[in-house]
């Protein structure tokens, strides 16, 4: 293996330009999934994949999500591309997964460049649309079987694909074929890795074994049969928005402390191992801070605020439907407003219980505002918070493959929000799930200027078929 | 005085179907203040309006506000007319005001009929924009002065008159000109008439005695530099969201009552006289219950519901600026969050006071919160309430003149919102203002199918007429 992953680094460094002629190439396709008028990029872009799938001898096949709806236009949906790399049933077979749809992204937005035209700057960074999210990881597999074939090394373990296009606008279809697949193109898999995600920081990689579920809320408080004149009205009804205020105000307090008795019941304890993964991070309170462009954190130490991000849950108010929300002054009691709130739940929370409590809560508070107006609770949409075990060998591959690559021990992360299609993985397939990032946490990947910086697109393929050597090592 | 009032009362009902097609000749012309492409036609009413006066022998001159700004326009401001009737030292002199300016109306905002061509219905009905509001009862100042030509009677009374063409568009310019006026055309006025509100009920006239006034307020929460991922930041910041809603909990419950200490301290003790106001009222539970198409009433009887509308204070919340407000479901964690409240003021509140009580207040309990964010309070605008003695010989003319008209003694009303220009009058002229309405609540005055019925508009012109016989046998 040694001698391999000494000749496979040699060759990615020998064909870096290649690879970055290669990212320029795929980033000038728009392929913006949740525009109308970009849709047909998106099937561009699908058809490059498996023009370069072709030219590197991987068998693949297409599935047709169908059709959806979008801004009153009925559209195609693009193709999920499947792919499969070796067949040997002595190596263990590993599914990678990609998206190669991209964020919108405009000019006008305020990039500095052109955003689909890749440009490498004077630090180093490929700046385009798609090209950390998730165009650079997609093509690092590319990369790392393409430096292998030049060498006429084989690789160590059969590969299995999964490429999507709709992954930025809600991964429309995926599910169903994953689903519809455990027994079919993803039999054989052993373990699961996807490359979507960031480092903590930006000076040191990490491997992420957990994320936060959600629960959305809307929460409708009715009064009036329509909207009135707070001059002729106020001081004669129950106000839905005094209502709601109060509502609002009895479900996290300031610091952030959830309210709602037996929420925090089944909130997984932390153990020993856990407590120990936090203190080598690579992360600070300045770094959250330049983060959200403010001071004004809930904790005064970086252990404590990232536990708050990704180990407990968390209540956020998103806003209120129905409600004046413009400029200026306007003198309306509202009928009928719609609170919306959100629960980020981490295991051992499953959002059934979630829902219990919320409902019941809001209702037995409602019930004591004497409020003759009506509520209603609804969960919009849930989905369960994921964690896996970091002592998984498809985790001590992927983090011996760190340290061989960057000579460094990775980071343990979670992450605060959510990455559906790695429960979904995880579920349909019953095999661990890895999430093995490329790019850095100042990347920008659904903002302006989003860049991926070359040491990070190199190295990084080179981690990725360090990963799959380390892997063929394990038993499990 | 009885002879003269039995032979314009008589006249009025001659001449009604003349009344009823001149109301048609101004219902046409659309007046609609706040539009700028039918501005023109506002200019087209004030021509109206002074081919009428010059008809009817009134001195008039008009009095030009300049221009303003809307959307983005520089537009010339409509004419505010200044008439003079008679001039006679020997008579009492009464200024009228009325507006030509009508609300926009659309068919397709569900009218039954087209808004601008005027359509008696089945019930009496003269269907119209501008019906009601106001240009029914303008013309029932013309029709009175026309009715007593055609008899050969001269007025009981001088008169003067000021008509404006921007009342539903903020009134621009009209202020100055009255303050200007007060030692000019308005010098010899002894009481003011204002024909611009609505019966309480639908069957029983009203004279109006006093009108809350409103500080509007926005309370701006500031945490970090830019909107965040509810995912990524939830669990680390503290959430403008949320301090908003502690303090919009803590300004008033949902029974209406206000918590900001100091804000009740100053409100008029209740006299037995307007106590005695209140049982005969034309008004009940139902009527309000259809008004708001609900039954979500604070009170359980309609003298403390009325009370509520228009004697004591109120806080309504009106919504939150910077939140997300869209249908659907967004995870975001709002940056800064404006919330916006006002508050309905009553005798003898002071804007100041008001201030100074909630920007304390706010402070004080934002300081609990323990956050790290920002607040500020900021009043947007604030006019002072208003109230008149009903006692004045101008209340007991116009009672008398209901007495005379309608066979009924008038409900002593308030009203729950402002008429700002009522407080300028009395403010500029020192002189008692009077409210004398002509439609009924059910007029849908800035409503689709805006009405004036038949009978108000008729037995509304004789009332005009009897109010000005009445005030010329007082000594004040």
Redesign the interface.
């Known amino acids: 293996m040694d001698a391999a992953l000494s000749q496979f680094f040699a060759q990615v460094d020998k064909d870096q330009n290649i690879y970055v002629d290669r990212l320029r190439e795929v980033v000038a396709i728009p392929s913006v999934s949740s525009d109308v008028s970009h849709r047909p990029d998106v099937f561009t872009m699908g058809a490059w994949i498996q023009k370069e799938l072709t030219r590197l001898g991987v068998d693949f096949e297409i599935r047709d999500p169908g059709t959806h709806e979008m801004d009153g236009h009925t559209l195609q949906l693009p193709p999920i591309v499947l792919g499969a790399y070796g067949r040997d049933p002595a190596k263990k077979t590993v599914l990678v997964y990609g998206h190669y749809d991209v964020q919108p992204a405009l000019k006008e937005d305020g990039w500095a460049t052109e955003p689909f035209e890749l440009v490498e700057n004077e630090k180093g960074e490929l700046v385009g649309r798609g090209s950390t999210d998730d165009k650079g990881p997609i093509l690092g597999w590319l990369n790392a079987i393409e430096a292998h074939q030049k060498l006429g090394l084989e690789l160590p373990v059969n590969l299995r694909m999964c490429f999507e296009g709709m992954e930025e606008n809600g991964s429309e279809g995926l599910d169903d074929v994953i689903v519809a697949e455990a027994k079919g193109w993803f039999k054989d898999v052993d373990a699961v890795c996807i490359s979507d995600n960031y480092w903590l920081g930006d000076s040191k990689p990490c491997i992420t074994y957990g994320l936060?579920g959600?629960s959305?809320y809307?929460l409708a408080i009715k009064?009036?049969?329509?909207d009135?004149?707070?001059?002729?009205?106020?001081?004669?009804?129950?106000?839905p928005?005094?209502?709601l205020?109060?509502i609002?105000?009895k479900?996290?307090?300031?610091?952030?402390e959830i309210l709602i008795p037996g929420i925090m019941d089944d909130v997984a304890p932390l153990t020993a191992a856990e407590e120990a993964s936090y203190p080598p991070l690579d992360f600070n309170l300045s770094t959250?801070h330049n983060?959200?462009?403010?001071?004004?954190?809930?904790?005064d130490n970086h252990i404590d605020?990232l536990k708050?991000?990704w180990r407990?849950?968390?209540?956020?108010?998103?806003?209120?439907?129905g409600?004046?929300?413009?400029?200026g002054?306007?003198?309306?009691?509202?009928a009928k407003v719609i609170g919306?709130f959100?629960i980020?739940s981490v295991p051992n929370m499953v959002p059934e219980k979630i829902d219990a409590c919320v409902v019941k809560y809001i209702n037995d508070e409602f019930a004591k505002?004497?409020?003759?107006?009506t509520v209603e609770v609804e969960c919009?949409?849930a989905g369960k918070p994921w964690v896996a075990s970091f002592e998984h060998p498809n985790y001590v591959a992927a983090a011996a493959a760190v340290e061989r690559v960057f000579k460094v021990k990775p980071d343990l992360t979670r992450?605060?929000?959510?990455i559906p299609v790695t429960l979904t993985f995880q579920d349909a397939l019953n095999k661990n799930v890895l999430l093995l990032p490329m790019g850095r946490s100042s990347d920008g990947a659904h903002s302006i200027n989003e860049k991926l910086d070359r040491s990070n697109y190199i190295e990084g393929t080179k981690l990725l078929g360090a990963y799959l050597w380390e892997l063929s090592t394990k038993n499990f």
Chains 1, 2 share one sequence.
């Open positions: 936060r959600i959305y809307k009064g009036p049969g329509r009135l004149h707070s001059g002729v009205f106020g001081g004669t009804v129950h106000e928005m005094t209502d205020a109060y609002f105000s479900l996290v307090t300031p610091q952030g959250l983060a959200i462009d403010a001071k004004n954190t809930i904790h605020a708050g991000r407990y849950p968390s209540l956020s108010l998103h806003g209120i439907e409600a004046f929300s413009a400029a002054a306007k003198t309306v009691i509202p919306k959100s980020r505002l004497g409020s003759k107006n919009l949409h992450e605060g929000g959510s």
